[in-house]
Structures are given as structure tokens and as C-alpha cells.
């Protein structure tokens, strides 16, 4: 007898969220859907059923992880058209901080993001397009306005935007995949006021080291090595 849509759409969420836990976990290959399946408490045919093979569940589990972080904490946090770029840096970088690190997501979203980030999977593919990607985009652009860059014909970012760009990035991740140790080394939690002050700094940091590069600079004219 097939499912009702209802108990159908219970089966899928299930399978998601038990998934989420286990890739999170194990990584994605070494979780099997035997182990995912039993988490969910539903039989081992339903990941075919519902998202063809473990590849289909993974990406499943990357776009709902991925909606639901953008819903909540869009990389604009709702600034105004009339925003500074500094603004939208700061904006930029609390929501990426606040997407990895803040409560109100599964627990697993920031440590599935990582490891994927790290250990490249089958689905980085659809990770890329449908986040990296579009996420990188919009802080060249907040990069190449505090530069005052015009963007290149060819539509590429100057390597100085990208490295930038990455720069920032980084700063963001090692507060959450270096978050053992930091905390070994100061120990007060992550909760949401301090998680406002490493945002406050990495905007700070991040907006001198564009001023030092900016056309024009004593930086930017020095000759790289």
C-alpha cells in the first residue's frame, strides 16, 4: 500500500534529521543507510524510496540543512539597500559565525558544512553551486566596493579580491573547527555575545587588512615576492 503524503513527508524528515546526525558523525562514506535508517526507526528500502541511494539522501540533507541556515541567518542579517559595504561586512561575517556556531540549527549543520569543506564528498558538486558559491560571490563583491575595484570584463575577481575574500573566510571557520582549542585556551562559551565580539573583531581585523591592500596603499605598490 503506498504512504500517505503525510506519513510520507514524516519518513523523509526523519530520514534528514537521523542523517544529519550520522554523516555528521562518521562522514560520508563511512555511514551506511543501515545505520541511518535504524536511527530513523523506518526500513532500509526507504532511502531508495524517497531519495534513490545515499548520495540522493546526503544532497537532501545538505539543501535542508543549507535553506534552513540561510532562512535564519541570511548573510545580509536584513541590512537596508542603504547599508554601508562596511556594514555588510560585518553583516556578512556575524551570519557566517552565527550559521556554524549559534543554536537554533541541528546540531550538525556546522560540523557537516566542515567536513565537507575539508574531505570533499560526492555531493560537493551541489554544495558549491547551491552554497559556496553564491555565498564567496556576494563578499567579493562587499571586497571589490571597500576596494573601490571595478569588476573585470571576464566577470573573475583580481587575485587580491580573492585572497581577501578567502582570508576573511578562514578567519570565520577556525572559530569553529579550532573551537576545542580555543576554548582550552579562554574558556568562556560561544554563546551569542561572544559570538557578536569575534565578529566585531574579525570585521575590525579584516577592514584594516583591506585598507593596507586598496589601490593606492604603501602595501598594495610593494612588489610581492
Not at 98 to 115: D, I, S
Not at 131 to 158: F, N, Q
Request: glycine share 6%; with cysteine; hydrophobic share 40%.
Amino acid at each position: 500500500m503506498p504512504e500517505s503524503s503525510t506519513h510520507s513527508e514524516d519518513t523523509k524528515t526523519r530520514l534528514i534529521e537521523a542523517a544529519g546526525d550520522v554523516f555528521a558523525q562518521h562522514g560520508f562514506r563511512a555511514s551506511t543507510v543501515r545505520q541511518i535508517c535504524k536511527r530513523a526507526r523506518t526500513h532500509v528500502g526507504s532511502v531508495n524510496y524517497h531519495f534513490r541511494d545515499k548520495k540522493g539522501l546526503y544532497e537532501a540533507v545538505f539543501g535542508y540543512s543549507l535553506q534552513l541556515a540561510a532562512s535564519k541567518y541570511p548573510p545580509d542579517l536584513g541590512l537596508t539597500q542603504e547599508a554601508t559595504a562596511e556594514e555588510k561586512l560585518r553583516a556578512y561575517i556575524h551570519s557566517f559565525l552565527l550559521r556554524f556556531m549559534a543554536e537554533g540549527l541541528p546540531a550538525w549543520h556546522g560540523k557537516l558544512m566542515a567536513q565537507e569543506i575539508a574531505e570533499p564528498s560526492g555531493a560537493f558538486d551541489q554544495v558549491l553551486e547551491n552554497s559556496i558559491r553564491p555565498l564567496y560571490t556576494y563578499l567579493a563583491g562587499i571586497v571589490r566596493e571597500l576596494m573601490h575595484e571595478e569588476k573585470s570584463p571576464d566577470g573573475d575577481e583580481s587575485e587580491t579580491t580573492f585572497l581577501t575574500a578567502l582570508s576573511i573566510v578562514g578567519q570565520c571557520l577556525h572559530h569553529h573547527t579550532a573551537r576545542h582549542i580555543i576554548e582550552a585556551l579562554r574558556p568562556p562559551s560561544f554563546d551569542p555575545t561572544r559570538i557578536e565580539r569575534i565578529a566585531d573583531h574579525i570585521t575590525r581585523f579584516s577592514l584594516g587588512g583591506i585598507l593596507a591592500l586598496a589601490p593606492g596603499a604603501p602595501l598594495a605598490k610593494e612588489k610581492r615576492v
